[in-house]
C-alpha cells in the first residue's frame, strides 16, 4: 500500500509542474508576392538583314531604324519595372573566311532600341539606352513592352570582304 501511494505522489508531483510551467510564444508576419514570369519573344522578323553592301573605295554606315528592324515583345507583371541592358555586338566573317580562304575580319553592330509601352505600333517611339529601367504596361492581365531593335554597322573602305554574322543579345529582368 505504501509503495501505491509513493506511486500516487510521484504523478501527482510531476502533473502539479506540468500544470505550473509558463508558455510564451512570438508570432512573426510572413508575406510573399508572386509575380508573373518575364518571358521575350520576336513579334515580326528575326534578325536584322543589311542585305549586299558594295565596297567602293570609302567607309560606309549602313543603318537599320528599329521601325524597320526586329520588334520584341517583353511580358510580364503587370506595371513591374524591367531593367534592359545590351551590349554592341561584334560580327564576323570567320566562316566564309574559312570556306573561301579569304581574310578574316570583324565589324561592330551597334544597336539603337525603341519601346512603344504596351502599344505593338510603331507610335511614340522611346529611346531604350541599356541599363534603364521600363515600366511592363497593364494591357488585360498582362504587363507589356514592345521593344524596336535596329543598329548600324560600319564598314571600312578596306573591309575584308565575306559575310558577317553574329547574334545580339538582350537582357530583361525584373
Known amino acids: 500500500m505504501n509503495k501505491y501511494l509513493f506511486i500516487i505522489c510521484i504523478i501527482a508531483s510531476n502533473c502539479s509542474v506540468n500544470f505550473s510551467q509558463s508558455v510564451v510564444n512570438s508570432t512573426t508576419p510572413i508575406r510573399a508576392t508572386i509575380i508573373q514570369g518575364l518571358s521575350i ?6 534578325s536584322l538583314e543589311y ?5 567602293s573605295g570609302q567607309a560606309l554606315t549602313a543603318s537599320i531604324e528599329p521601325s524597320n528592324g526586329a520588334l ?32 578574316k575580319s570583324s565589324i561592330i553592330f551597334t544597336p ?4 512603344t509601352g504596351k ?16 515600366k511592363l504596361e497593364k494591357d488585360r492581365s498582362d504587363g507589356r513592352l514592345y521593344v524596336w531593335v ?25
Open 72 to 103: 520584341l515583345l517583353v511580358a510580364g507583371g503587370p506595371d513591374k519595372n524591367v531593367t534592359i541592358t545590351y551590349s554592341p555586338t561584334i560580327l564576323s566573317n570567320e566562316t566564309w573566311a574559312n570556306q573561301n580562304s579569304g581574310k
Open 41 to 46: 519573344s520576336h513579334e515580326q522578323k528575326t
Open 112 to 115: 539603337d532600341l525603341e519601346n
Open 119 to 134: 502599344n505593338n505600333l510603331y507610335v511614340n517611339p522611346s529611346k531604350i539606352v541599356s541599363g534603364n529601367s521600363y
Open 51 to 55: 542585305g549586299d553592301i558594295v565596297l
Open 150 to 174: 535596329g543598329g548600324s554597322i560600319y564598314v571600312d573602305k578596306i573591309q575584308a570582304e565575306g559575310d558577317y554574322e553574329g547574334t545580339f543579345t538582350v537582357n530583361v529582368t525584373y
